[in-house]
């Protein structure tokens, strides 16, 4: 028997077992449908807004060293977000933490 035979006596055999219960029946059809409606609504209440890329500032490993690491999570603790790639974002640079003290 092919796969979509199967597939359709099993949903009738369902339909036809979830049809002597019908307010379960029509819970089960409604709900979906309902959590859809809610969906969509909430979409176009809420339309996405454009934003820019964000460019967040280097911040050190604790391998660098204690006190960079440290500096790099308390100068950085807001993770202010820039619109343009910050300096250590340059091709070629490993890191702009060479004049941290």
């Not at 950085?76 to 890191?95: L, S």
């Amino acid at each position: 028997m092919a796969v979509g035979t199967q597939l359709r006596l099993l949903l009738w055999k369902n339909f036809t077992y979830r049809r002597r219960q019908r307010i379960q029946l029509a819970i089960e059809l409604v709900w979906p449908l309902f959590l859809f409606v809610i969906l969509i609504s909430v979409r176009r209440s809420h339309p996405p807004f454009v934003q820019h890329e964000c460019h967040f500032p280097n911040k050190a490993l604790p391998s660098a060293g204690t006190l960079p690491w440290i500096q790099g999570i308390i100068c950085n603790m807001n993770n202010p977000c820039f619109r343009y790639p910050t300096a250590g974002e340059a091709p070629g640079t490993v890191g702009n933490f060479d004049g941290s003290m």
